[in-house]
């Protein structure tokens, strides 16, 4: 059984930070690339940013500049540091991981409970 845990969501002023974490617990044998998606009420889940294995990242326009993820494969968690937060940021946020559980299974992504952020004044 695999797990995704998100924590670090909140309220926070427009121009504050918040940093998310996710981490992974249970039968993983590799994880590949993990991610992080929102999704605002009335609007589907978009992609926010993404790092694979080997560190390089990818963001969505809107965060670019404001947003930084990384990763600690030894703990098996994904960070988002996000500054300069914006009221449009407010979503929920889910962790993502398209991982392995064992040496001879195919990739599977899974999915974190989600964590809201408010950003508001």
């Known amino acids: 059984q695999v797990q995704l845990v998100e924590s670090g969501g909140g309220l926070v002023q427009p121009g504050g930070s918040l940093r998310l974490s996710c981490a992974a617990s249970?039968?993983?044998?590799?994880?590949?690339?993990m991610g992080w998606y929102r999704q605002a009420p009335g609007k589907q889940r978009e992609l926010v940013a993404t790092?694979?294995?080997?560190?390089?990242?990818n963001y969505a326009d809107s965060v670019k500049g404001r947003f930084t993820i990384s990763r600690d494969n030894a703990k098996k968690t994904v960070y988002l540091q996000m500054n300069s937060l914006k009221p449009e940021d407010t979503a929920v946020y889910y962790c993502n991981a398209d991982l392995q559980t064992g040496w001879n299974t195919k990739p599977s992504y899974y999915w974190g409970q989600g964590t809201q952020v408010t950003v508001s004044s």
């Open positions: 790092i694979t294995s080997g560190f390089s990242p």
């Open positions: 249970g039968s993983i044998f590799s994880i590949n690339v």
